[in-house]
C-alpha cells in the first residue's frame, strides 16, 4: 500500500491495515475472503457518500438515492462487485 504525504502522528492507516489484515490471515481467512471483506467494507463506506432526496411518488414517506449518487454508486461500487 502506498503511503501519501500527510501524516498523522496519532494515526497509521497503513500499519492498521497491515495488523488488520495479519489477524485475518492469523484467523485462517484466504486471500479471497480477505477481498471480498474489504469489498464489502469499500461499499458500506461508498453509501456514506450517497446523497438522498425525498421520493416524490410516495409523497414524503420514503427517500430516493440522487441521480447523481446513484451514477456514482453504480460507476465505483456495482461495478466492483460485477452488478
Known amino acids: 500500500m502506498a503511503r501519501g504525504g500527510l501524516r ?3 494515526l497509521d492507516d497503513v500499519g492498521d491495515f ?4 495479519h489477524a485475518m490471515s492469523l484467523m485462517g481467512l484466504s486471500d479471497a475472503e480477505k ?4 469489498g464489502i467494507v469499500a461499499g458500506v463506506l461508498h453509501l456514506g457518500n450517497a446523497m ?3 421520493d416524490p411518488v410516495s409523497k414524503g ?4 438515492v440522487t441521480l447523481a449518487s446513484f451514477a456514482f454508486l ?3 461500487v456495482y461495478g466492483e462487485w460485477g452488478v
Do not use: C, G, K, P
Not at 477481498?35 to 474489504?38: D, F, M, P, S, V
Not at 414517506?61 to 430516493?64: P, V
Open 8 to 10: 498523522d502522528i496519532q
Open 74 to 76: 453504480r460507476t465505483n
Open 18 to 21: 497491515e495488523v488488520t489484515d
Open 61 to 64: 414517506q420514503f427517500l430516493s
Open 35 to 38: 477481498l471480498a471483506i474489504y
Open 52 to 54: 438522498f432526496e425525498e
